[in-house]
């Protein structure tokens, strides 16, 4: 299935036709989750991966080995995508899944649900600038000319995915309605071994502290790049140009400072305010730590 060029719309929101049709994103909408499930919910470019990877290491109590044998589109499937249904069907028990979504349209499936929903967001800045990197090489989202052009259609919601602002307000504001553990990915970066630990517990598996240290240790950004299971380069070039960059680019907090330009930045602060003026959420917006280069 290739429909590279294809785009579908699906309630006024853009989405690669490449993995996407309007039975698989309906499907999603009336999916029925189990009590044991584990969701993980995210804008793309937010730390989704690295989220995928971590939690199947707390699930194998930091063995590796499924991590490093089964892609992970396969482990941790996105609902949204045609092939899911498959996947799922023959999931063990906790499956873990992974959505785009946005809360307003994945928000009925979940109602009266047990399910752990682990939401994952990152700072708007670096969120752009990953998100453009990752349209130049990814062939099934439209080509992009120039990063002035690209952070515009951010601002105002028109990228595929739909809009950062509605998407992350959706889901937190639901903290208290859903069996919900907001993760930041500047916290994982910051405290990766504090915040798997806070993890293991929502999950319901603790782990020892030789566990944790291997989930650690498997979760950094040199075991996570080496690892064609993750990286994406089984991926064949015809969908995703692996000339044009690397999928797991460098991962800091902060990066936006090296593409924004002084204006660029004014404008989007003063877009973000506006628009995040009803939202009580804080963001760390550069590196205030050392820290390890995690993505």
Request: a negative charge.
């Amino acid at each position: 299935m290739a429909r590279l060029d294809v785009t579908e719309t699906f309630h006024g929101i853009l989405f690669p036709g490449h993995l996407h049709t309007q039975d698989s994103l309906q499907l999603a909408l009336t999916f029925q989750f189990q009590d044991t499930d584990i969701l993980i919910a995210s804008y793309p470019k937010s730390g989704t991966t690295w989220m995928q990877e971590i939690v199947t290491l707390i699930s194998s109590r930091g063995d590796p080995h499924l991590s490093q044998t089964v892609p992970n589109w396969a482990r941790a499937p996105w609902l949204e995508q045609y092939y899911s249904a498959a996947v799922l069907a023959t999931s063990a028990t906790p499956r873990i899944i992974t959505t785009h979504l946005p809360y307003h349209l994945l928000g009925p499936a979940l109602q009266n649900s047990k399910v752990k929903v682990i939401f994952v967001s990152r700072n708007p800045k670096d969120v752009v600038v990953s998100f453009y990197h990752f349209h130049k090489m990814a062939k099934f989202l439209p080509e992009v000319h120039s990063f002035p052009a690209f952070l515009n259609q951010f601002l105002d919601g028109t990228l595929h995915f739909g809009s950062w602002f509605d998407h992350i307000k959706g889901w937190t504001s639901q903290k208290a309605a859903l069996n919900l553990l907001h993760i930041t990915y500047e916290e994982m970066s910051m405290d990766l071994h504090g915040t798997m630990r806070r993890m293991s517990s929502f999950l319901q598996c603790p782990l020892l502290e030789d566990e944790l240290n291997n989930c650690v240790k498997h979760c950094s950004f040199s075991s996570m790049k080496d690892n064609q299971m993750i990286n994406y380069t089984l991926i064949p070039s015809e969908i995703m140009d692996h000339s044009k960059g690397s999928f797991m680019r460098k991962g800091q907090i902060g990066d936006w400072k090296n593409m924004f330009t002084k204006e660029q930045n004014q404008h989007f602060q003063s877009i973000f305010c506006s628009k995040m003026q009803d939202c009580s959420l804080e963001f760390v917006w550069e590196k205030q730590e050392k820290e390890d280069s995690l993505i």
